[in-house]
């Protein structure tokens, strides 16, 4: 099975960057995502990783290392409606398709 | 296109009542899964579903929840009887499935928030 950590809760001001590391252990590593996850609605699917280096994608970013079992997300020009829980997700190759949720960041984007 | 859809999206019963949800994936999508969300937490697998087979179900409470996916489209899960420490969102997701390759992400519902008094 995985193991996956991440930060809690993370603060950060309107225009500024926040990282989101996120560190997992898995015995058949088959690709990484984060979701972003508004207050009582569902996930929706930010980015995807399943070999090593950075993935952009307008203002987000996401990175992986398969050797050190982990990945960040970076979010840049940080907006109000950034203000969310992001979620990493492990897949693993011995079940595929199965993803293993962390319990996700509560990022809080002040004015 | 229609994303996936869940229906009620809030259900509040007493305990040892019964409770079921439905719902309907995106078009095409052969994959379907069920998870359980608890507050502060990451959604937690109960059951997927290959097409119309159950292909992982290893956490599925079995002894009061149920689930079914006759035709290989829609899919209902049903709890009975409800206890106080099921209270929860209920997710549903699917996926394009194995046989299509790729990141095979998977798209959720709504949810159907579930308190049971």
């Known amino acids: 099975g995985q193991n996956i950590d991440q930060p809690t809760e993370m603060t950060a001001t309107e225009g500024a960057i926040v990282q989101i590391n996120c560190t997992y252990q898995?015995?058949?590593?088959?690709?990484l995502f984060w979701y972003q996850q508004h207050a009582g609605e569902a996930p929706t699917f930010l980015s995807y990783?399943?070999?090593?280096g950075l993935e952009e994608k307008g203002r987000f970013s996401s990175f992986l290392s398969r050797s050190k079992g982990y990945s960040y997300l970076l979010l840049k020009e940080l907006q109000m409606k950034d203000s969310a829980s992001y979620l990493c997700?492990?897949?693993?190759?011995?079940?595929?398709?199965?993803?293993?949720f962390g319990a996700g960041t509560q990022v809080v984007v002040t004015p | 296109e229609a994303g996936v859809v869940q229906s009620p999206r809030y259900k509040i019963i007493e305990k040892k009542q019964p409770v079921a949800f439905w719902c309907n994936p995106i078009?095409?999508?052969?994959?379907l899964y069920w998870y359980l969300q608890n507050l502060g937490q990451g959604p937690e697998l109960l059951i997927r579903?290959?097409?119309?087979?159950?292909?992982?179900d290893s956490q599925l409470p079995k002894d009061r929840f149920s689930a079914e996916r006759l035709k290989g489209v829609d899919s209902t899960l049903k709890i009975q009887p409800a206890e106080l420490g099921d209270s929860a969102v209920y997710l549903c997701?699917?996926?394009?499935?194995?046989?299509?390759?790729?990141?095979?992400?998977?798209?959720f519902g709504p949810g159907t928030r579930l308190t049971v008094l």
């Open positions: 997701a699917s996926s394009p499935g194995i046989s299509r390759g790729g990141r095979n992400e998977q798209f």
């Open positions: 898995t015995s058949g590593f088959n690709g």
């Open positions: 990783n399943v070999l090593d």
């Open positions: 997700a492990v897949r693993d190759l011995n079940s595929w398709g199965k993803l293993q």
């Open positions: 078009s095409g999508h052969n994959t």
């Open positions: 579903y290959e097409n119309e087979e159950a292909v992982d």
